[in-house]
């Protein structure tokens, strides 16, 4: 008798599949970055998805300066404010937390996330830090950043969700320097990417509960014969005898969705503060009007409606020319059917 084989089913990636800690998602690495100090980081929230008509300014593509229609999804983009900055350290064992300065002036609202310093000495705090880069002991430098979204209707909370932004380019006193002067002020996208870039879009992914392993892993249906008493979506078998365990690759149920997943290399189409010429009548289903600035990606990001979406300069791109899009129609027609 033949022996008989196929291709496991469903990726092993990203094991154990559980849920996330939480909705914010973060980043361990950063894309290499040797201009002027910038920020490399921004986040958003999903609207949802909708089409342009565009040119195609792929080089060598089929379509090449001709009209195509390119699916797109929209990320509102309200400011963003620097509440803190934070210095790290690094040795064998990794980045640890040095010292930090946190604004004068903070949100009310941001108490509601985190206890906010009180009799907070800044200039003590300031010198530590200008100290710290003197002696060479910062390693990287981030801001402590976080979103306003009292300030758009489409998503029902006002309690900021929190993260933390590199700031790259330069040494590390040209970068302290840049960071000083973003301490409790406002950012928006375009201090961080500009349109026709490519982006790492990152975002924790819709949640589906606890699934079997066919959904969860596609794996057969068991056959007529092998199925008496409904059990056709029932593992055929658990592994071997020896090793005398359940190894951790057989498919089983569980935690389906509500995971970090991050896209590369998303093209940017669009930055506006326009909010009127994107919103459909009747505004985005779950969502409602845009009041704030948007950016348009092309093609979908992980999650669903109202999650919040980090955005990243592409990492794994390589050398590219960044070429402004030519959109030549944005479709605002109703999405209630």
């Known amino acids: 008798m033949p022996k008989i084989n196929r291709p496991r089913r469903g990726s092993l990636a990203y094991s154990p599949r559980k849920r996330a800690k939480s909705p914010i998602p973060k980043y361990q690495s950063w894309p290499h970055y040797d201009g002027v100090p910038v920020l490399q980081g921004f986040a958003g929230y999903k609207v949802g998805m909708t089409h342009v008509i565009m040119v195609d300014d792929h ?5 090449e300066g001709k009209e195509i229609m390119v699916p797109v ?3 509102e983009i309200p400011s963003m404010k620097v509440a803190a900055i934070r210095a790290y350290s690094k040795d064998t064992y990794g980045k640890h937390a040095l010292t930090e300065v946190w604004a004068d002036q903070l949100d009310t609202v941001l108490g509601r996330r985190i206890t906010l310093p009180k009799d907070y000495d800044k200039e003590t705090a300031q010198k530590k830090f200008s100290d710290a880069v003197a002696a060479g002991t910062v390693a990287e430098i981030y801001a402590v950043s976080y979103t306003q979204p009292a300030i758009i209707s489409g998503v029902p909370k006002k309690v900021p969700d929190l993260m933390e932004i590199k700031v790259g380019g330069g040494d590390i006193n040209k ?10 002020k406002e950012v928006s996208l375009n201090n961080v990417i500009q349109t026709g870039a490519y982006a790492d879009i990152t975002a924790i992914t819709t949640g589906k509960g606890t699934q079997g392993a ?4 596609g794996i057969a249906l068991r056959k007529r014969k092998h199925s008496v008493g409904g059990k056709e979506r029932h593992l055929g078998t658990l592994g071997p005898w ?7 690759q057989v498919p089983q149920m569980g935690q389906l969705g509500f995971q970090q997943r991050t896209e590369f290399n998303k093209r940017i189409l669009r930055i506006s503060e326009n909010a009127s010429e994107i919103t459909p009548a009747g505004g985005f289903l ?6 704030s600035p948007y950016v348009l990606v092309k093609g979908s990001v992980p999650g669903p409606v109202k999650r919040l979406v980090r955005i990243r300069p592409a990492m794994r791109l390589g050398e590219h020319i960044v070429r402004m899009p030519t959109l030549q129609f944005v479709s605002v027609q109703s999405k209630q059917g």
């Open 59 to 63: 080089k060598n593509s089929p379509t």
């Open 286 to 291: 779950h969502y409602g009007v845009l009041k």
């Open 214 to 217: 066919v959904k969860r892993w």
């Open 242 to 248: 020896n090793p005398h365990h359940v190894r951790w």
């Open 73 to 75: 999804t929209v990320i």
């Open 175 to 184: 970068q302290w320097e840049f960071a000083k002067g973003l301490l409790g």
